[in-house]
């Protein structure tokens, strides 16, 4: 079946380290691909999307680019801050999109230390 | 613009009862969907609902439902509650044809005793 996998957390940088968090994915036909962040006690909020092989999503300095060839979805930030520290998740939606069913990642904690 | 509102934030119930969790969706939204979340399984699609009606469903057993009203406001309710439904349920909205974009809410916190 449709899955996200996403790599092992928690994460734990210092403040303007380079950060990859991976995302590879399994689809039947082409997916829509978005990271979503949760921050504590806060519910999920949209990052980033690409709706198409090759796209960049990109927001607030994260960017992730849609690899058909790879199947992957790799979320970077060249310079993390403390601020950033939450829980990132990877998801897909199939066909146009339209809907409000997405397959979500198991999610990656990200700590960044001062 | 007011964001995705749930009620209650938190709550605790014993095995057999039923809960009753509610979310009133951004203005202007017609499309709702509910998720519960757990350290072990993530994130799960239970189901979603436009203009009052089931548009998807998770793989969730008959215990999980759900309604939507005409005013977009949404329920989920789940009947004689186990241990393992403790979570945190999620309750998202979106305007229609927008490409994935979900607005979640804080979510609700069962517990289950």
């Known amino acids: 079946g449709d899955s996200v996998t996403q790599m092992e957390g928690p994460v734990t940088l210092s403040e303007e380290a380079f950060l990859t968090i991976n995302c590879t994915y399994t689809?039947?036909?082409?997916?829509?691909l978005f990271w979503y962040v949760q921050y504590p006690g806060e519910g999920l909020q949209l990052l980033l999307k690409?709706?198409?092989?090759?796209d960049k999503g990109s927001n607030k300095g994260f960017e992730a680019t849609y690899r058909k060839e790879t199947t992957s979805f790799h979320l970077e930030k060249g310079s993390v801050q403390v601020s950033d520290s939450a829980v990132y998740f990877c998801a897909l939606t199939l066909g146009s999109g339209n809907t409000g069913k997405l397959i979500f990642g198991q999610g990656t904690t990200l700590q960044v230390k001062p | 613009k007011a964001g995705v509102t749930q009620t209650p934030r938190y709550l605790i119930k014993t095995r057999g009862q039923q809960v009753t969790l509610s979310c009133s969706p951004i203005?202007?939204?017609?499309?709702v969907s509910w998720y519960q979340q757990t350290p072990g399984q993530g994130l799960q699609f239970l189901f979603e609902?436009?203009?009052?009606?089931?548009?998807n469903k998770g793989n969730f057993p008959g215990r999980f439902s759900g309604r939507q009203f005409s005013n977009s406001r949404s329920e989920m309710n789940v009947s004689t509650l186990e241990l393992g439904d403790s979570a945190l349920y999620l309750c998202a909205s979106r305007s229609t044809g927008n490409t994935g974009e979900l607005f979640f809410g804080e979510g609700s916190r069962l517990t289950v005793l």
């Open positions: 690409a709706t198409k092989a090759d």
């Open positions: 203005s202007g939204h017609r499309s």
């Open positions: 689809a039947t036909g082409y997916p829509s």
């Open positions: 609902y436009f203009s009052e009606t089931q548009r």
